[in-house]
């Protein structure tokens, strides 16, 4: 499947046509021969006669950030996960369950309110031990469905996020 | 071997009560010198180049990485205790802090700067304007509020509009607002009062003229303590945003030679009227009618003080320590002589494209520019984390030329072979700032930045551009890279072959 | 090794003619296999897109990593069958490349009456999985089947190689230590069910995946249970509370790179290393393959004009060159590797049976892959010969290359007739791949030959009949007859019963032997040895 990037906002497609004797690329359509290229990750490769310098660097948030800096002026290339892209709606992501019986401890964000992925909701409390329970993706929490103190079993629906909308 | 020996190092050893570039650049020249150098840092920062550079090192603590730097005890115990016998305090953190260098002299230690009473004269806005006011050195028309709210109105309402409210406190471009007509002007004021109680820990605020499209021209001045004070010519850092330079140059964009005179000599009379001792900057505020006023004196070494050393041949660190250890002026006011121009740009971990709010993430990539007449003043290395704890600016970069034109040239050049990838920066904003017609001609003030925005936006990239762009991302990356490696042949070969 | 010095004339009226039916052919071949791979009903299309499918050469597309190479197999399977019911077979199979690994792959066409298995289907499936066998090959399932085609029930369901072989093949498979994979995409029911079960792993998509050993209705009919698709086998089911799938998928985009990056994780296949060198593409263009195929199968022709371009550089080192001249034995490289082969430039007598047999067990001895390239109309036959052992020298042949343990690759260049057919490594003797040109012929004796015995018979069935035999009658007789057996010994019909692993242009053959031989390495030489040769 294409490599999915995104520069300035758009989004891009690369595929590989053919590797030897020379890489050959498609670039949204428009097609690339690359006699030359360097298997770094950072440094400098030759592309077309130009030196460009590449670094890759992941942003906290989980995305691949890739910069470029070519003719003396830095560019900042996205990378999709592809996994991301097309892991559509799930149940699951829209959905906290109880991993296993136990009592509620505290619940740390109400109804309406916006969460990030992996910011911990609820905490509960199981055979003596904690667990704290995070929203599956960013959203807004549609409802709790329990108060602290209260028990609830294995797989016992939580909490719920509103569905995403369609980007 | 003939009988001369080394001459005996000023100083056995200084403590830098600083950190990042400012503290290698002072390390570079005790270095030099023959002088032990002693780093401080915080726990953060424990791996830091500056950590590294210096013959010894130690950690400071605090609740914040600079709350570490600013606490004065801490750093004089740990002078006395490693036998440092001065302190230089670079610039920021306790530079301009009268209580430290007090502190400093009363643990006999030498502090790598003027006296406290001095920087105390100094870091009240209001009583250095005044003191500047007695001395002939022309000061904006201002106000200062007392208690009578009302009748600070009124008064400031009679310099005109628009005007500046400013903290008296306050200095290196914080605490201050424009008030653009009289309805704003009372609820500013108490908002600006409040904010400089807590920022500053002194509420005291006062109006002044706002001086349209005004240049900010400053003058490196020495002084030798016993009211002797020679200036090392001016700079101009009109090139600002969020009223932080980056851009400055020495001597100042195209001025008329009887203003750049009157301008030095007005701080050089400063100067020695405070009877200054080592270096400080006096800065003003030049309007495009040709008046000019005082802004600020600056009681410590400037962060662009790199384009004066380039113009004058002098290594400026060095000079700060002569003087401390009470040797006199270097040289005469007619030795001081400049020769081409130098330009300095601040390279910050922001983003210029949004409203230049500060950026993380870690230098993975780093190129310096190489060259005669150029010097990337850094402590950065491969690998480093960029944090929020501290200021953002990164490195900054001077070069000299001949002229103005040539050093414009020659900076352009240096920024476009500089590489600090990893984490947005400055880089090519500075590059669009500096290749603006009006930077070139010389059109300069501290609005330029607000005033060029558009111009200064990035243009699109073109197509065939932004396919090189999007193949050397793709290749930098490892799953790409390795989906093009770990096919064998025959299959690489055959590439796409159906049959 | 001396490149082979051509001796045709590409500007000659023979090479011409050649070249305008080959072409013809090839034309004819391409044009079939474009119906067979995409020609369906506009409603089976509609009703794929609006479940959300995609047709299953895209999902096949979207698996192979790009810009690699696949290598279809049986693409014209039952072409001749089921009044062309199931084109291709209901399934597609090739070998192709997944996250770097070779891997052959199989996909349900759902597009074809719901992807359900027709005889030849099975046969199909059966025959991938005896390719994975034999070629320690890793497997992946892209499923999406009905079940069998329940009219054809006998033919699909009982027999010993009928769809039990599929389950029992994939379980000798894992027991090899060779991975297979599934993907659900559709409903896998009955029988179907176990080729997740049987698979390492499998990935199921939400929604249209379902994995049962009885359908809803089934259920119903059987136990009075009512229950949804998903209940009673969907994706979250399966991969949260029974266990039998692995991972759940959103989307069949989501599948398929879940799919690729389990692929990623396996093992890379320790190779035996056959010798081989940088490759090399022919001296001779390969196109010019359609002008030495002669116009009529029982014209002659040069198998060395063959070979030169097919074979890197165009170099063959040939064995006893001038011993046993009716067969063709040699060294060359294909796509780098080293191979011996074996061709046929007329009928085998004593001398050429005798060298093809010991040039397979030097072959044997040497480490190196047999390629046959068959034009074959059978050995000698008549008094001499006979005498002279052509029995016993043809047996010593047929043993050498049974049990020679070398990967065999075999090419139905023209004709194959006969104990000929034996010999040269046909269908019954365990090719790794075997691959047929569009002007391949294959019988127990050639069309005139035969049509004339077959004219015999019934001429002496009639005078016994007491029926008046003239020629019109004859002449009718002998024309049905060769029509009838022109059919079936077309190259169409042996590729629609599967006697092949499909027909390719010749101008693919280096593409395909490369590739055949590339995958044949994952699997270690057998034990050497051989029967008792009648000397």
């Known amino acids: 499947m294409p490599l999915h990037l995104a520069l300035d906002g758009e989004k891009h497609s690369i595929e590989i046509l053919r590797r030897k004797p020379h890489l050959v690329l498609n670039v949204d359509g428009r097609i690339y021969e690359i006699p030359e290229w360097s298997a770094e990750p950072i440094g400098e490769m030759v592309l077309d006669g130009n030196t460009v310098a590449v670094a890759r660097a992941i942003e906290d948030a989980g995305r691949e950030t890739c910069f470029v800096r070519i003719d003396g002026r830095t560019h900042e290339v996205v990378l999709i996960d592809p996994r991301e892209e097309f892991a559509g709606h799930d149940a699951a992501r829209d959905e906290i369950h109880a991993p296993m019986p136990g009592a509620i401890v505290s619940i740390h964000k109400s109804a309406g309110e916006q969460v990030t992925r992996g910011e911990t909701v609820i905490t509960i409390e199981s055979m003596k031990l904690q667990t704290a329970l995070a929203a599956p993706r960013d959203g807004r929490l549609r409802d709790v469905l329990k108060k602290p103190g209260e028990t609830f079993d294995k797989d016992e629906l939580l909490a719920r996020l509103e569905p995403a909308d369609e980007a | 071997m003939s009988g001369s020996e080394k001459p005996k190092p000023l100083f056995g050893k200084v403590l830098v009560a600083n950190r990042g570039e400012i503290a290698v650049r002072v390390m570079r020249t005790l270095r030099a010198m023959n002088i032990a150098s002693v780093a401080i840092y915080h726990r953060v920062e424990r791996n830091a180049v500056h950590a590294r550079f210096a013959d010894e090192a130690h950690e400071i603590r605090g609740e914040t990485p600079v709350a570490a730097h600013l606490d004065a005890d801490a750093i004089i115990a740990i002078a006395r205790s490693c036998g440092a016998d001065a302190i230089h305090p670079g610039y920021g953190f306790l530079s301009e802090n009268a209580a430290f260098a007090r502190k400093v002299a009363a643990a006999g230690l030498s502090f790598i700067g003027p006296d406290a009473d001095t920087i105390e004269l100094m870091g009240d806005k209001i009583s250095a304007r005044n003191f500047a006011a007695a001395h002939g050195v022309p000061v904006a028309p201002s106000v200062q509020a007392q208690d009578d709210i009302d009748a600070f109105i009124t008064s400031a309402s009679a310099i005109g509009f628009p005007l500046l409210i400013k903290a008296a406190a306050g200095g290196g471009g914080k605490g201050m607002s424009a008030v653009r007509d009289a309805s704003e002007l009372r609820e500013r004021a108490r908002i600006a009062a409040g904010e400089a109680q807590r920022y500053f820990g002194d509420g005291r605020i006062y109006a002044e003229v706002y001086v349209e499209r005004p240049r900010h021209i400053e003058v490196q001045v020495l002084g030798d303590g016993k009211g002797g004070a020679i200036h090392l010519l001016e700079r101009e850092c009109s090139i600002q945003r969020r009223f932080q330079k980056i851009i400055e140059e020495a001597p100042s964009a195209p001025l008329p030679e009887a203003t750049r005179g009157a301008i030095c000599e007005a701080a050089v009379r400063l100067a020695a009227a405070a009877r200054y001792k080592n270096a400080g900057t006096v800065e003003f505020i030049l309007g495009a009618d040709g008046r000019f006023f005082f802004l600020e004196m600056n009681t410590r070494l400037q962060v662009e003080h790199p384009v004066t050393e380039m113009i004058c041949g002098i290594d400026l660190v060095r000079t700060q320590i002569e003087i401390a250890a009470g040797l006199g002026l270097p040289l005469s006011q007619s030795e001081a002589r400049a020769n081409g121009h130098a330009i300095e740009c601040r390279l910050c971990a922001e983003d210029p494209d949004s409203g230049f709010l500060p950026a993380t993430g870690s230098i993975r990539l780093l190129r310096a520019p190489a060259g005669e007449h150029v010097r990337f003043e850094n402590a950065l290395e491969e690998g480093q984390r960029v944090t929020a704890d501290f200021d953002p600016m990164l490195a900054k970069l001077v070069v000299w030329g001949k002229d103005r034109g040539e050093a414009t040239g020659r900076m352009i050049a240096a920024l476009r072979q500089l590489t600090i990838l990893g984490l947005r920066t400055n880089i090519d904003y500075l590059v669009r700032v500096l290749e603006t017609p009006a930077f070139r001609d010389g059109a300069l003030h501290t609005g330029f930045v607000a005033e060029h925005a558009d111009a200064l936006a990035p243009a699109p990239v073109e197509a065939r551009l932004r396919d090189r762009i999007l193949i050397a991302a793709a290749l930098g990356q490892r799953t790409f890279r390795d989906a093009i490696t770990l096919v064998e042949e025959p299959y690489a070969s055959m590439a796409g072959w159906r049959n | ?535």
């Open chain 3, 1 to 535: 090794m001396r490149k082979i010095q051509s001796m045709i004339s590409t500007m000659s009226a023979d090479f011409r003619r050649n070249e305008a039916r080959n072409r013809d052919l090839v034309a004819q071949f391409r044009e079939r296999q474009e119906r067979a791979r995409h020609a369906r009903p506009k409603r089976d299309l509609e009703r794929l897109a609006s479940q959300g499918k995609m047709r299953p050469r895209e999902r096949i597309e979207k698996l192979v990593d790009p810009g690699t190479p696949f290598l279809e197999l049986s693409s014209l399977a039952a072409n001749m069958a089921y009044d062309g019911e199931s084109p291709s077979a209901s399934s597609i199979v090739g070998i192709g490349i997944v996250s770097g690994r070779e891997v052959i792959l199989r996909a349900d066409d759902p597009s074809v009456k719901g992807g359900a298995w027709y005889p030849l289907s099975v046969k199909k499936i059966v025959r991938a999985l005896d390719i994975a066998i034999e070629n320690r090959l890793p497997m992946v399932h892209l499923c999406d089947s009905a079940g069998g085609f329940l009219p054809l029930q006998s033919e699909v369901f009982p027999d010993r190689h009928m769809a039990g072989r599929i389950f029992r093949n994939q379980s000798i498979l894992s027991k090899m230590g060779v991975k297979q994979l599934s993907l659900v995409f559709g409903h896998c029911t009955a029988g179907g069910a176990y080729i997740p079960a049987l698979s390492d792993y499998s990935v199921i998509v939400r929604g249209t995946g379902a994995v049962f050993l009885g359908g809803p209705p089934l259920v119903k009919a059987a136990t009075g249970e009512e229950s949804t698709v998903e209940e009673l086998g969907g994706a979250d089911m399966h991969t949260s509370v029974s266990g039998t799938c692995d991972y759940p998928a959103a989307n069949e985009d989501e599948a398929i790179l879940i799919g690729r990056e389990i692929v990623a994780q396996w093992d890379r296949p320790r190779k035996w290393p056959i010798q081989s060198q940088a490759p090399e593409p022919p001296a001779y263009d390969p196109q010019e393959l359609y002008g030495i195929l002669p116009d009529d199968i029982k014209k002659q022709f040069d198998m060395r004009e063959i070979i030169a371009r097919i074979v890197d550089g165009s170099r063959f080192h040939e064995y006893q060159p001038n011993y046993g001249s009716t067969l063709i034995c040699g060294y060359a490289n294909i796509w780098g590797f080293k191979v011996g082969i074996l061709a046929n430039n007329g009928v085998l007598f004593n001398d050429s049976s005798l060298k093809g047999g010991h040039f397979i067990e030097l072959c044997d001895q040497n480490n190196t892959p047999l390629v046959f390239l068959q034009n074959i109309t059978g050995y000698m036959i008549g008094r001499d010969y006979e005498r002279r052992g052509i029995t016993k020298d043809g047996a010593k042949m047929i043993m050498a290359q049974s049990c020679a343990r070398v990967p065999k690759f075999t090419v139905m260049c023209n004709g194959s007739f006969g104990a000929g057919n034996y010999g040269m490594c046909g269908r019954a003797f365990d090719a790794r791949l075997l691959f047929a040109w569009p002007n391949h012929q294959i019988g127990v004796m050639g069309g005139d030959q035969a049509a004339n015995t077959l004219v015999e018979v019934k001429a002496n069935q009639m005078r016994r009949a007491g029926e008046e035999v003239d020629r019109a009658t004859l002449e009718r007789v002998r024309s049905e007859t060769l029509a009838a057996y022109q059919e079936q010994i077309s190259a169409w019909y042996s590729t629609s019963e599967l006697w092949d692993d499909g027909i390719i242009d010749p101008v693919d053959t280096r593409n395909a032997l490369g590739m055949a031989i590339s995958v044949s390495s994952n699997a270690p030489l057998g034990e050497k040895g051989y029967g008792v040769f009648r000397f």
